[in-house]
């Protein structure tokens, strides 16, 4: 699923990190996520100047890794939150996702 709409949501990182553990180089990559009802496999993507999901490519993954969903407030529109500390929550319709950044 192409988290986003129209164009692929990019994220970008001027440094090596670490998502959830998982180690990312320095890029700009497109984000894909597979929604589950209680974990989402979250996709960082090498092409990052994508049209949705038409011509995504799973060759093209840098990262996969799953992440445990859990239940918040009714959210209207897919939203990105900085929850401070090096963690940002996707939350979507009554669903949150929590991403781990060092």
């Known amino acids: 699923w192409r988290t986003g709409a129209n164009e692929a949501t990019t994220f970008t990182c001027n440094q090596d990190i670490k998502i959830n553990g998982n180690e ?5 990559y497109s984000l894909f996520t597979i929604p589950g009802e209680k974990e989402w496999t979250v996709i960082l993507n090498s092409d990052a100047e994508q049209w ?3 011509k995504y490519n799973e ?4 990262l996969r890794f799953t992440v445990k969903s859990t239940k918040t407030e009714k959210t209207e529109t897919m939203t990105f939150l900085d929850g401070k500390d090096g963690v940002i929550y996707l939350d979507w319709e009554v669903t949150r996702v929590k991403l781990h950044f060092k």
Do not use: Q, S, W
């Not at 060759?59 to 840098?62: P, S």
């Open 24 to 28: 990312l180089a320095a890029g700009t």
């Open 52 to 54: 949705g999901a038409y």
């Open 59 to 62: 060759e093209k993954d840098v």
